[in-house]
C-alpha cells in the first residue's frame, strides 16, 4: 500500500476519532517528507509517528506552527480549513 493509499484508508475509516485520523494522516505525510533533504535533520533524531504525536499536542495547545507541509497537506487532505481555529475544532 502506498502512502496515498493508505492517507485515503485512513481518511475513509470512521471508527478512528478525529484527532486520530489526523495524527494518523500526518504521519503518512511525514513519511514522504522525510525523504526530502528538509527534513534530513529531523529524521535522525525521531520517527514519523512521534514528529506527528508532538505536533498534533502542540496544535491543541496553541505551542505548534501550522505553516509547514504536512499540516498543510493533512488539512487539504481532511477537508479541514488550515486555520488555527479549524484545525483545534476538528481536533477536539
Do not use: W
Request: with cysteine; aromatic share 6%; net charge neutral.
Amino acid at each position: 500500500m502506498t502512502n496515498q493509499e493508505a492517507r485515503q484508508a485512513i481518511a475513509a475509516d470512521t471508527s478512528l476519532t478525529n484527532r486520530q485520523r489526523f495524527e494518523l494522516t500526518l504521519t503518512e505525510h511525514y513519511r514522504d517528507l522525510f525523504e526530502t533533504p528538509e527534513f534530513a535533520m529531523v529524521a535522525k533524531r525521531m520517527s514519523p509517528a512521534a514528529l506527528a504525536e508532538k505536533m498534533t499536542d502542540g496544535l491543541i495547545a496553541g505551542s505548534a506552527d501550522k505553516g509547514g507541509d504536512g499540516v498543510k497537506r493533512t488539512c487539504r487532505d481532511l477537508g479541514i480549513a488550515h486555520t488555527y481555529t479549524a484545525i483545534r475544532a476538528y481536533l477536539t
